[in-house]
Structures are given as structure tokens and as C-alpha cells.
């Protein structure tokens, strides 16, 4: 049987020599990292946590559950406009698991697989972290850089700047209804956006000379543009006709469906912008060349409120039910 620090040397330390290591002056294996954030930068942290069959489904893939957990922190370094560069991971693991070494090995490997492909895909570090017993979740803390003064943050937008999104909505909600409903081909689209959701750090970092304000589309369109507009004090006019819409989401669904998974279903991890319209072409034509596209939905007004829906009301995902400003 495997035991902590087995599982921590065998699936989680990267070798010294590795090209995500830049920075790191001490990595795993210690009571904590020594990190060294380049000169003229702000460090940006954030911690995500992922909990099975609230987050995840616990019969996914240990590959997509891996690449999950990293991709939806990984978002919120996205939305502020940051480089990523390190992380570590808090892993609890259900211990029955264990009763069958060969199992354990197996989704072990599969997990970390998901995990070590995108963080070297973003060139992310994986710098410590801790392994212990439980309900199956994961904790991941993120960390990236920006240069000083640049960040994006949701409280900028200004009346009168557009609003626009990456890339297309409603696919993380439509994968997880088709999941939900017993469909497993991989190559599905719809699935692949939910199971494999590609955060935009690139986008993010192209985005900074132009926005006004960003933030990453985790809760829903609406619940996120919410959060958005409260900290910047605007309204907003949206154009539901103008969402774009996931691949295979009008075939899965239908058309009130679709529109409604893409205004609240969540999971989508796109980035929510707002921008002065005179910029939006240089941007879309700097996200195109990054193979992103990039859709205006909406305006910014003093009108406080979400104007252009229909009459009915919609909601985004929350956690815990309480009071709403």
C-alpha cells in the first residue's frame, strides 16, 4: 500500500532540471518553497478547491479530473491578466481506494497524467502541497506574476465600455447534462468542455492593454457579470441574440435550453471583459491570432441592473443560498 510520501515522490515531483522549475530555488519535498517572482512584478495567488460529485463527477476520468482541478485555478490567474508560474496542491484521497494497489496506481497515474500535462502546458510548477485521507477533493493555489500596475480586476468597467466574452458559452453545463444522461465518448465537444475546460492565459495576458475590467465565467454568464457590475458600480444591456454558443449545444439541447446554459449554467471558465469600443477589433484580432475568438454581448450603462432579458429571472450557481445585493 502506498503511503503519503510514496504517492508524493512517485506522481508529484517534477525532476530539478524540468523548464517549470525557472524560479524555484526549492521545490517539493520541504516544509515549504522558496519561490523567487521576477523584478517589476505583483504576485497573484488563487485557490480553487474541487470536491467529487459536487465539482466533478466521481466515475470522470482520473486524467480529467487532473486537468480540472488545475484548469479551473489556473482560470482565475486568466481573468487578472497573469503569466502562471507555480501551484500547489492540497489532494485528499478516499483510503477504501487503496484496498486495491493495482486500482490506486492506476487512477493515481491517470490523475497526474491530467495534472503535470497542463501545468506544463502553461509552463506551471508544481512546488508542494499535501496528501491525506478523506472524501476525494482537491485544493489548488495558484500563483502567477504581473507587471506592477497591470492587472485586471472586475472593479474598472466604466459606462459606455462594451462587454464581450472568449471563446463560446453553455458547454461546461451541456457537457455535465450529457454526462449526467450516460454519455462517455470523449471526443464529444460538449464533454471535452466540460470534463477538459481550457483556461485563457494567453487571452488574459493579451487582453490587459485594453481592458476595463475581466473576471472568468465559473458561476454562469449572469452571476459572474453580477459580480462584475457590483464591483464596478455600472449596468449592463446584454444581447442574448449575440451569445456564442458551444459547439453541439443547439443539437444537445434546443434553442430556449442552450441560451439558458450559456446565460447560467457555469463551468465555462471564458473570460467575462469589458473595453472601450474603439478597441475591439485590435483585440479580436489579437485573440484570433491566439485562435480565440472573441464576441462583444452587451454594453455597460449607469442604469443599474441587467437589461435585454427576457421576463423570466435567472440564476447562477451559488454554493450556499443567502441574501443577493
Known sequence: ??????????????????????????????????????????????????VVDVHFPGDAPGDAIGHRALAVALSDLAAMGARSRWCVMALTLDQAWFANDQAAHAWLADYAKGFS?????????????????????IGVTVMGEVPVGEALTRGGAQA????????????GHGGLALWQQGERD??????????????????G?????????????????????????????????LDIDALPLAEGLLDAMGEDAARQAALTGGDDYELLVTLPAAHVEQARQRLAALGVPFTVIGECSNTLGVHGLPVQRYHGWQHFKGETP
Open 1 to 50: 500500500m502506498l503511503a503519503e510520501f510514496d504517492v508524493i515522490r512517485r506522481y508529484f515531483t517534477l525532476p530539478s532540471d524540468d523548464a517549470s522549475q525557472q524560479g524555484v530555488a526549492l521545490g517539493v519535498g520541504d516544509d515549504a518553497a522558496l519561490l523567487a517572482p521576477q523584478a517589476g512584478h505583483q504576485l497573484v495567488v488563487s485557490v480553487d478547491t474541487s
Open 117 to 137: 500535462a497542463l501545468a506544463t502546458q502553461h509552463a506551471t510548477a508544481l512546488v508542494g502541497g499535501d496528501v491525506t485521507s478523506g472524501r476525494l477533493a
Open 160 to 171: 459606455g465600455d462594451v462587454i464581450a466574452v472568449t471563446g463560446a458559452l453553455g458547454g
Open 186 to 203: 470523449r471526443s464529444h465537444p460538449l464533454l471535452e468542455r466540460y470534463l477538459w475546460p481550457t483556461p485563457r492565459l494567453a487571452a
Open 205 to 237: 495576458e493579451a487582453l490587459r492593454e485594453w481592458a476595463t475590467s475581466a473576471i472568468d465565467i465559473s458561476d454562469g454568464l449572469l452571476a459572474d457579470l453580477g459580480h462584475l457590475r457590483e464591483a464596478s458600480g455600472v449596468g449592463a444591456s
